[in-house]
């Protein structure tokens, strides 16, 4: 949001006709963020999180339907997608939660033990090569080579 380096420009001295100009947005909108510049829901929303948090730092076992409750309890209601939007958002998770890589997948053992000592890499692109071009019927005469840093070298049909 804009409003607050136009609020801070127009402290310093630069007028906030010519400051709305330049960052290509209107005035009227401008005067009424600083009429109020936190709205009713950015409130409601801070006071949900703050009875999430407070219920998650009690109690951080707990998943989001355990917190929500917590927080229906200390008075701010609020429905489960809410608080899970927000626990989500902000990253409070239950303790006892799985932690998950990037795919689900962690790398093994090679299959297979290199007896023919290869080394694929490469100090800069297209100075290493992996496959040979071949022709298959199968693939209906379509041949596609990759250099080591996975850009296309030769494609053909």
Not at 24 to 39: C, E, F
Not at 57 to 81: I, K, Q, W
Not at 120 to 143: K, M, Q, S, Y
Request: proline content about 6%.
């Amino acid at each position: 949001m804009m409003y607050p380096l136009v609020r801070e420009l127009a402290d310093d001295g630069v007028p906030v006709t010519v400051t709305c100009r330049v960052l290509k947005i209107a005035r009227q909108p401008y005067y009424r963020w600083l009429s109020k510049p936190v709205t009713d829901a950015e409130l409601a929303a801070a006071y949900r999180a703050n009875a999430l948090f407070d219920a998650h730092r009690e109690d951080p076992e707990f998943g989001y339907r355990f917190l929500v409750d917590e927080a229906r309890e200390a008075g701010e209601s609020m429905a489960e997608r809410t608080a899970w939007r927000i626990c989500s958002d902000l990253g409070w998770w239950s303790a006892f939660g799985k932690r998950r890589g990037r795919n689900g997948k962690k790398p093994g053992p090679p299959v297979h033990d290199d007896l023919v000592m290869r080394n694929f890499t490469a100090g800069a692109p297209n100075r290493l090569w992996l496959a040979d071009i071949e022709r298959h019927e199968a693939l209906l005469n379509r041949v596609g080579v990759r250099d080591h840093h996975r850009r296309a070298v030769a494609a053909a049909r």
